[in-house]
């Protein structure tokens, strides 16, 4: 089968796929995004979202995608003194630098290789060294396959004092548990796009009660403080992306059924079943395997087979999409992303396809090992 946008397995590390549920409730004609009957829908979405983040807050809904959301994080809350961490790891840390650099001129970025977790030591010697006022960090790097321990990073920066928490989320929230008030996160951004399956567009930032006082204007769309006044009257300050709302809407009604508990440990078995399907085929992660991602695996090509022979094959002769690798992982990875309604037929067909395409290359270990790795670990 070739190649069919309707029909294809759809495993790339988000957008992911979308629920028909979902997609049909965007199909409306156009509504008056000043009227009642849209407020209603602002209003049952602000109700929604603690079923999202696990705990209620101050939530925004901003229209633009995630990097939007980064960037009204970091416009609304870096403060103009003092010295800002930005911890990366990965292709989406060196993102969060880059924006973080244009409203802070006091960033010291800690690294750790690409694959490889943000050391909580690392983290502790720069707090140490004083004047921190925010420390910022990507929960789950998407680009390798990994999440870093934001529990042990959280305890640091606690351990710190006063220093603002802000997180990028994007593909973490609803696929990997966050305890947003435990840990003292003050700002978390998610993307719909991941983890809720809902359509790419926005992005939705939760904030602490002490986020919301430090907020400032640091730029005029992205002010997060001009978005929070007009929310408690279920309106929003510019002209919203009215389809995605009423699609976001639907995706909170369906992992409200799920629950977000439900999705977490269905995401994590997906993830474990793929990691050892992944072993079974005689392939390598590609992160550090204590921390790999449960949204999304990152896996080694093979010696010898790029792009070319694997993920374009895996398209064009069986109809399913998975991720390559970005930057200078062009090539070299390749990325299964199971968050959101992904589902137990998606890996078995995607691990079905390998076999195939690795035992051709007479490079399969044990014909079907892989299948049998995903089955056993079926509910
Ligand atoms: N941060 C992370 C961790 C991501 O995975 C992504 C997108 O994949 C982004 C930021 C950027 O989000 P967007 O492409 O929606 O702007």
């Not at 809350?77 to 990366?88: E, M, T």
């Not at 730029?219 to 007009?230: C, E, I």
């Not at 919203?240 to 440990?265: D, N, Q």
């Not at 399907?277 to 990152?298: H, I, K, N, Q």
């Amino acid at each position: 089968m070739t190649f069919d946008p309707e029909t294809t397995t759809f495993l790339i590390a988000g957008p992911v796929r979308i629920h028909p549920r979902v997609l049909r409730a965007m199909s409306m004609p156009s509504l008056n995004h000043r009227g009642d009957y849209f407020h209603g829908i602002v209003q049952e979405i602000r109700e929604l979202l603690p079923v999202l983040f696990g705990t209620p807050g101050h939530q925004v809904v901003l229209s633009g995608s995630g990097t939007a959301g980064l960037e009204a994080m970091y416009s609304s809350l870096l403060p103009k003194d003092g010295r800002v961490l930005v911890l990366s790891n990965g292709n989406f840390g060196e993102r969060s630098d880059k924006i973080a650099r244009q409203y802070s001129s006091h960033v010291t970025t800690v690294t750790a290789p690409w694959g490889h977790p943000i050391a909580p030591e690392a983290v502790r010697t720069e707090l140490e060294k004083g004047d921190v006022v925010a420390v910022c960090l990507v929960h789950n790097e998407t680009s390798v396959g990994l999440a870093n321990d934001l529990g042990a990073i959280s305890k640091e920066v606690r351990r710190a004092g006063s220093p603002l928490l802000l997180v990028d989320g994007i593909s973490a929230v609803a696929g990997i548990p966050i305890n947003v008030t435990e840990w003292g996160i003050d700002a978390l951004v998610a993307g719909p796009q991941k983890g809720l399956a809902a359509p790419a567009g926005l992005a939705i930032v939760h904030l602490s009660d002490r986020a919301v006082e430090a907020l400032h204007p640091g730029s005029f769309y992205l002010d997060l403080k001009a978005h929070l006044g007009p929310l408690e009257k279920n309106d929003t300050p510019w002209t919203p992306a009215v389809p995605l709302f009423l699609a976001l809407r639907e995706a909170l009604l369906l992992l409200k059924e799920e629950t977000l508990a439900g999705r977490l440990a269905r995401t994590h078995r997906l993830a474990e079943a793929s990691r050892a399907a992944v072993d079974a085929l005689g392939l390598e992660l590609f992160p550090e395997r204590e921390f790999a991602s449960d949204t999304v695996t990152a896996i080694k090509n093979p010696n010898g087979m790029g792009d070319a022979e694997l993920r374009k094959v895996l398209e064009h002769q069986y109809n399913i999409l998975v991720q390559g690798g970005q930057g200078a992982l062009t090539g070299k990875i390749f990325r299964i992303g199971h968050m959101g309604i992904a589902d137990w037929p998606d890996l078995l067909v995607t691990f079905a396809a390998l076999e195939r395409i690795l035992g051709k290359a007479g490079r399969l270990p044990a014909p079907g090992a892989s299948l049998r790795a995903v089955v056993d670990r079926m509910p």
